[in-house]
């Protein structure tokens, strides 16, 4: 399954941006989709995941409350990002994987990143 994540771009603080990404074909109920994010100089850190077959959904600390990641499509993930905040400046990437986890190395198929810049 190949992903292709789009929607990123420039935005002011405390604007909202959404975020999608989708696969080439289904995403089987036994997916675990995530978005993930990597800053400059940074490590690549989780943001949230969901779980298809159920719509369950996880997140980082640093993001509940303002962003929420759900089932657009049988084939599309998007990430709602509201009050952005400079540091939510990042590359942001999606995955695939079957595992409820908050780890990259847990997900194997990832999409290209989307760049999402927010200015303060």
């Known amino acids: 399954v190949q992903l292709q994540a789009y929607g990123g771009g420039l935005v002011q603080a405390g604007d909202s941006l959404r975020l999608s990404c989708a696969a080439s074909?289904?995403?089987?109920?036994?997916?675990?989709m995530a978005w993930f994010r990597q800053a400059p100089g940074k490590e690549r850190e989780f943001v949230a995941l969901?779980?298809?077959?159920?719509?369950?959904s996880s997140y980082a600390g640093s993001v509940k409350g303002r962003f929420t990641i759900s089932k657009d499509s049988y084939n599309t993930v998007t990430l709602q990002m509201n009050s952005l905040k400079s540091e939510d400046t990042a590359v942001y990437y999606c995955?695939?994987?079957?595992?409820?986890?908050?780890?990259?190395?847990?997900?194997?198929?990832w999409g290209q990143g989307t760049l999402v810049t927010v200015s303060s």
């Open positions: 969901i779980r298809w077959s159920t719509g369950r």
């Open positions: 074909g289904r995403i089987y109920s036994s997916a675990v």
């Open positions: 995955a695939r994987g079957t595992q409820w986890s908050e780890i990259p190395s847990e997900y194997t198929s």
